[in-house]
Antibody, heavy 121, light 107 residues
């Protein structure tokens, strides 16, 4: 059974960058698509984008264009999400989730355990 | 962006109750609709994809229906472990968007 294990909590100052990792326990990482979704405290879910583990192709939500970079390291089966120019409203739990496709249908399963990012001066 | 609106935002129910949660899309999304369950402090868990297909391992008391803009998640007989927040999500286009969530609480 595939598991996604994320890095630990982070505390950053405004304007800094944060890089969150998501390690996939699977031999077929290169066939995976990893999505990133965040959840501000007490709020709903917000999709940030995805990266294709095969060719590194990315698709970012327009809201995060220019501030987010998603990468993968196939040698360690790990995906990364780096968010720059942090603001107080970027404080959230950041989740990675595998994207699954069936023809053009698409859903997220499973999810990582989440990484809390705190932004504070 | 496609807006997803869930109703109600919260509800109180008892064990054994039948519960329905509605999700409306601002655009026709055919059956590109997924449902997730989230418990406090935990990651979301996929329940249903493609509007009505139950994910492996999800109890059969959960069901989904709908097409186009209106969708429903039904829990036929609420169990103690079902108290959680439920989210719908569209995968019709980019950006993927979620409903604001429906919190199911114990009456």
């Amino acid at each position: 059974q595939v598991q996604l294990v994320q890095s630990g909590p982070e505390v950053k100052t405004p304007g800094a960058s944060v890089k969150v990792s998501c390690k996939v326990s699977a031999d077929t990482f290169s066939t995976y698509e990893i999505n990133w979704v965040r959840q501000a405290p007490g709020q709903g879910l917000e999709w940030m984008g995805w990266i294709n583990g095969y060719d590194g192709d990315t698709n970012y939500a327009q809201k995060f264009q220019g501030r987010v970079i998603m990468t993968t390291d196939t040698s360690t089966s790990t995906a990364y999400m780096e968010l720059g120019g942090l603001r107080s409203d970027d404080a959230a739990v950041y989740y990675c989730a595998r994207g699954i496709w069936s023809t053009s249908l698409h859903w997220f399963d499973p999810w990582g355990q989440g990484t809390l990012v705190t932004v504070s001066s | 962006d496609i807006q997803m609106t869930q109703s109600p935002s919260s509800l109180s129910a008892s064990v054994g109750d039948r519960v329905t949660i509605a999700c409306r899309a601002s655009h026709n999304i055919v059956t590109y609709l997924n449902w997730y369950q989230q418990k406090p402090g935990k990651a979301p868990k996929l329940l249903i994809f493609a509007a009505s297909t139950l994910q492996d391992g999800v109890p059969s008391r959960f069901s989904g229906s709908g097409y186009g803009t209106d969708f429903v998640l039904t829990i036929s007989s609420l169990q103690a472990e079902d108290f959680a927040t439920y989210y719908c999500q569209q995968s019709y286009n980019i950006p993927r968007t979620f409903g604001q969530g429906t919190k199911v609480e114990i009456k």
